[in-house]
């Protein structure tokens, strides 16, 4: 039996569907690669925007023409929020929500067994949205790549913060924290088999821990300490050289005091995804945003204060519903003020049954896409001179593959550095010294040095 996946958006997924993966090779199965021909497609789809829906859709139909007798599986955000209209493609055979992936591997063996037997049965299981409760576990993830260099590890589940813009609260459901003793246990797993970074990963990581009724079942010396704070601690405390990231942190949940907490941890990388989505407080307020521009410039000084190179990426929001050219104005104005590594930018996608479907003074698509552009160029700019002020430092870079002559990896700021390596002494999946020199291709090149 062979099975085959395809994962779209978050990193929540892609730790989900390893997950899946490990379950299906206890089984037997055979994992193989997308395109190939297998008994089994597994499609882990996202719903963050109306182009996410319709790639799961053209994967859908692709995994179908690739073996019209295999299973094909869908799962994820879009199966969850739009179940019905999933279930009625042709291609279809099984929809599994959100917190039953763990059904996916027996059912989907189920199915094939029927199908050898000429049989051919669609099944059909998503929760609604009041059911969508505990946290769902999927045991030690490990992963099977034989690199090892960096692995996820879920935390937390679901979102109850319901910006205006956003399904993913409806996807997902209420927050669902992860035992921490659970959590540390996968992480020293991973540490135990090489891995060399460890990323913290949830639908929304900030709320790690809050919801009300979660017990900590707290250490001695963890007195005092609350949410993600708790299992960086335990994890930081292993023995090994590994470093820890955290795949991002929201500014609606955190600020200035909670972030400055988090420094003092030495295997915690310098760098931080923040969402900002708008520099215009108006904007930000009707997106349900629950801070201001200024609250989160003032983050940004504290990480920039304790590292000046500290790095922070971000995501934009470009069109939003009554988003004015001054608001897109204060939006660039934040960009050259935070100085950012990387700006990830979308164009607004209205989604239904959110508020934002429903509010008045839609941007023209025009003038949104006119916005990204202009956008797009104002972040490269601002990145490259950032990433060019690490001229002459010291970066420490986990090296993740070698080829054409060079070492690639990324510092823990996640700028990516190239080494030359034409006598191949560097070895990936190590940590590797580099003094960068000059920009190059998408980072720095830079030299090895033993200097620390």
């Known amino acids: 039996m062979k099975a085959a996946f395809h994962t779209l958006g978050c990193k929540v997924n892609q730790y989900e569907t390893e997950a899946i993966k490990e379950a299906f090779v206890s089984r037997g199965a055979k994992i193989v690669d997308e395109e190939d021909f297998a008994d089994i497609y597994v499609i882990n789809t996202c719903t963050v925007t109306n182009i996410a829906d319709r790639k ?3 994967f859908i139909r692709r995994a179908r023409k690739t073996n019209p007798d295999a299973v094909v599986v869908v799962t994820g955000c879009y199966a969850q929020v739009a179940a019905k209209e999933v279930a ?5 055979d099984l929809v599994i929500g959100n917190a039953l992936k763990t059904e996916i591997v027996d059912r989907s063996i189920a199915a094939y067994e ?3 037997q000429g049989n051919r049965e669609e099944y059909f299981h998503v929760l609604s949205y009041d059911d969508l409760t505990g946290y769902e576990d999927m045991g030690v993830v490990t992963s099977d790549e034989s690199s090892m260099t960096r692995a ?13 813009y956003c399904l993913i609260p409806y996807a ?9 003793e659970q959590v540390a246990a996968e992480a020293k797993a991973l540490v135990e088999k090489g891995c060399r970074e460890i990323v913290l990963t949830g639908i929304n990581t900030a709320l790690y821990g809050t919801e009300p009724g979660f017990s900590f079942e707290r250490e001695p010396d963890e007195a005092g300490l609350s949410g993600l704070e708790t299992i960086i601690k335990r994890i930081d405390a292993f023995d090994g050289d590994f470093r820890i990231r955290l795949s991002s942190l929201e500014p609606t949940v955190v600020d200035k005091d909670d972030v400055l907490k988090l420094l003092g941890y030495k295997k915690l990388c310098h760098h931080l995804h923040l969402s900002i989505q708008s520099g215009s407080d108006k904007v930000l307020n009707a997106m349900n945003r629950h801070y201001t521009r200024d609250q989160y410039l003032e ?10 190179h500290y790095g922070i990426t971000t995501d934009i929001i470009v069109g939003f519903p009554g988003e004015a050219e001054e608001d897109f104005a204060d939006t660039l104005d934040v960009v050259r003020r935070a100085g950012f590594g990387k700006v990830h930018v979308f164009r607004y996608s209205p989604r239904k049954g959110t508020p934002g479907e429903s509010m008045p003074d839609a941007v023209p698509g025009a003038v949104k896409n006119e916005r990204a552009d202009r956008l797009e160029e104002l972040a490269e700019e601002v990145a490259n001179e950032r990433i060019a002020g690490l001229a002459g430092t010291v970066q420490r870079v986990l090296v993740e593959e070698i080829r054409g002559g060079y070492a690639e990896g990324y510092a823990g700021n996640y700028v990516k550095i190239y080494v030359k390596d034409a006598e191949a002494r560097i070895t990936a999946g190590e940590f590797c010294d580099v003094r960068p020199v000059e920009p190059f291709r998408d980072g720095m090149l830079g030299v090895e040095t033993v200097e620390a």
């Not at 996820?152 to 205006?164: L, V």
């Open 56 to 58: 799961s859709r053209q």
């Open 152 to 164: 996820y590890i879920k935390i937390e589940e679901g979102c109850n913060r319901f910006c205006s």
């Open 172 to 180: 997902r459901g209420r927050v669902r924290s992860r035992a921490p």
């Open 299 to 308: 983050i940004v000084k504290a990480l920039r204060e304790f590292d000046p």
């Open 88 to 92: 009625a493609m042709p291609e279809v």
């Open 114 to 116: 029927k199908i050898q």
